[in-house]
C-alpha cells in the first residue's frame, strides 16, 4: 500500500499515480504528517508527499514532519507542473468564499484578486480537501487539480488558472530506511542538519560541499522549535551517498553536525544539475590507497 497526502483528486495523487506499481493500492490521508504516520507504523510500504513548488517554495509540513519521528528516507521524485481549475456548485449562485491549500492559494493571487475580488480566501488542509468542502456546501469555489473534478461532481468556472505559467511541485516517495536506490549518475541526496549556534557555522557545512565540488541543489531552514534562533538546515545535493566524495561530504557534515539526518539519495525527476567531477574524486582516493600501500607517491 501507498499513503499520499489526499483526499482524492490532490496533485499529490496525481504523482503517487506515477510511482505506484500496478497492483499497489493507494490509500489518502488528509495531512502529510498522517500520511508519513502510517508508513512509520508500517501499515503502509511507502507514502508521498509534497516537499517544494517553484512559486511558493518549501512545503513546511514535509520537512517538519520528516525530521520529528522515526527515520524516513526518499527513494524516488517527481516533478509536476501545476495548473489550476477552480470548481463551483452547478447551479451555484454567486462566490463569496473560495478555498484551497495555501500553497495553491499564493499560486493564484492576481488571478482571484482580477476575477473574484469580492471572495473571501480561505485555507484548507489540500485543494482536494477545497473541492469536497464546496461540494458538502461549506465553500463556495475550490481551486483544485484539474483531475478533481473526477471525484467531485463540480462545475469548472475556471480552466488552466496560474499566475506563473510552468509551476511545478515536486514530490518525494518516502519509506523507513532499507536498501537505497542504486546510483544513477543523476541523483539527488537530501540531508538535514541542526547547525550549532557559532560564528561560520553555516558557512562551515557549505564549504564541506564546495570543497568537494559538490552542487548544492536547495537549503531552506526551519526553526528546531527548541530555543529561539535555533535552525535546522535541510540541503539537497547533486550526487549519490554511494558516490565517494558525497558519502566524505555526508560525513564531514555528521562531524560538524552529529544530529545530521539523511534523508535519502535517489534518482532526479529533471534534467540539469552538475554531477563532474567524481571520477578526479575517485581517482585520488585509489592514489591515496596505492600510497597506503606502499605503491605510490
Ligand atoms: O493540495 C494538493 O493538491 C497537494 O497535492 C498539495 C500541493 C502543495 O503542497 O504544494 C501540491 C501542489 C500544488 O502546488 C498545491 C498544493
Given amino acids: 500500500m501507498l499513503a499520499y497526502f489526499g483526499p482524492q483528486g490532490t496533485f499529490t495523487e496525481q504523482a503517487a499515480r506515477g510511482f505506484a506499481s500496478p497492483q499497489q493500492e493507494l490509500v489518502p490521508f488528509d495531512t502529510v504528517p498522517a500520511a508519513l504516520a502510517a508508513t512509520r507504523r508500517g501499515e503502509t510500504q511507502s507514502a508521498c508527499v509534497p516537499v517544494e513548488n517553484s512559486v511558493e517554495g518549501a512545503v ?13 528516507v526518499a527513494v524516488a521524485e517527481a516533478v509536476l507542473p501545476v495548473r489550476f481549475s ?3 456548485r452547478p447551479g451555484g449562485g454567486p462566490v463569496r468564499t473560495v478555498a484551497s491549500h495555501p500553497h495553491a492559494l499564493a499560486q493564484v493571487r492576481h488571478w482571484l484578486a482580477e476575477h473574484l475580488p469580492e471572495a473571501d480566501v480561505v485555507a484548507t488542509t489540500s485543494t482536494a480537501a477545497a473541492a ?14 484539474p483531475v478533481a473534478v473526477r471525484h467531485y461532481p463540480l462545475e469548472v468556472l475556471a480552466t488552466d488558472v496560474a499566475d506563473v505559467r510552468d509551476a511545478k511541485t515536486r514530490f518525494l516517495l518516502v519509506r523507513p530506511p532499507g536498501e537505497l536506490p542504486e546510483p544513477t549518475g543523476h541523483d539527488r541526496t537530501s540531508v538535514v542538519c541542526t547547525a550549532a549556534d557559532k560564528v561560520g557555522a553555516l558557512s562551515e557545512l557549505l564549504a564541506e560541499l564546495a570543497l568537494r565540488g559538490i552542487n548544492l541543489t536547495r ?38 553536525c552529529p ?4 534523508l535519502g539519495s535517489y534518482p532526479k525527476a529533471e534534467p540539469g544539475g552538475v554531477v563532474a ?17 606502499g605503491h605510490g607517491a
Avoid: C
Avoid at 132 to 145: I, M, P, T
Avoid at 232 to 246: K, M, Q, S, T
Fill in 60 to 72: 513546511p509540513a514535509t520537512m517538519d514532519a520528516l525530521t520529528e519521528g522515526e527515520p524516513l
Fill in 86 to 88: 477552480v470548481l463551483v
Fill in 132 to 145: 469536497r468542502s464546496v461540494l458538502g456546501g461549506e465553500f463556495d469555489a475550490a481551486v483544485s487539480a
Fill in 219 to 256: 537549503i531552506e531552514s526551519r526553526p528546531t522549535k527548541g530555543r529561539l534562533g535555533e535552525y535546522r538546515f535541510y540541503i539537497d545535493l547533486d550526487g549519490h551517498v554511494a558516490e565517494p566524495r558525497v558519502g566524505d561530504a555526508l560525513a564531514a557534515l555528521h562531524r560538524h
Fill in 259 to 262: 544530529q545530521t539526518r539523511f
Fill in 277 to 293: 567531477g567524481n571520477e578526479e574524486f575517485v581517482a585520488a582516493a585509489e592514489w591515496v590507497e596505492t600510497v597506503r600501500r
